[in-house]
């Protein structure tokens, strides 16, 4: 007889594991579809949207990846302060290091909206202490260098989103001066 009870106990205990198992599922389901839902408010520029807020109050949340994502969404919605927040925030909490370099990168990118060239600088320089062989930061930092720092007093009138190598000059094809080394990334 205590063998059949053994029986029933392990299947009980094993239904109960299932049943965890699909509550846990549909509790990941319901983040994933906040998480998606988030990310499509951004791709349609909808920068009201509370999707992040909401994701970020669940359990076993990335609140660094979520943090990352209202930068992100602060920036599209042109507001560069909380945006610079939040990706400072993710630079100095993260765990992550390519989650730390692309945050550096893109305040980076805030400070230069900003008009803050030398503290873009600073930025682009950690993020590539931290990663050589981020591309996007060896550009942004070149182009800002080019276009900003040489021309000290010239801040104004440098453009930082032309393109280094667009000029057109008398003989020369676009971008054949030497000074085209690819094109900006297509987000921040």
């Not at 699909?22 to 509790?27: I, S, T």
């Not at 950690?126 to 930092?141: G, I, Q, T, V, W």
Request: net charge positive; charged share 20%.
């Amino acid at each position: 007889m205590s063998a059949l009870h053994m029986k029933y106990g392990l299947y009980g205990f094993l239904f109960l594991i299932g049943l965890a198992c699909l509550v846990f599922a549909g509790y990941q389901q319901h983040y994933s579809e906040l998480i998606t839902i988030g990310h499509r408010a951004v791709a349609e520029q909808r920068f009201d949207s509370q999707d992040y807020e909401q994701a970020s109050q669940f359990w076993l949340a990335r609140q660094d990846r979520l943090t990352f994502n209202r930068g992100v969404l602060a920036y599209k919605a042109q507001n560069l302060p909380r945006a610079a927040q939040y990706f400072r925030q993710v630079s100095q909490d993260t765990t992550s290091s390519t989650l730390r370099v692309q945050a550096l990168h893109n305040l980076g990118m805030v400070m230069v909206a900003l008009k803050e060239a030398e503290g873009a600088a600073h930025m682009f320089k950690e993020a590539l202490r931290l990663n050589p062989e981020d591309m996007r930061s060896k550009f942004h930092l070149e182009r800002l260098y080019h276009f900003v720092m040489q021309s000290q007093g010239q801040l104004s009138e440098a453009s930082l989103q032309q393109a280094p190598g667009t000029a057109k000059k008398q003989g020369q094809q676009p971008g054949r001066d030497g000074q085209g080394r690819g094109n900006a990334d297509k987000g921040i």
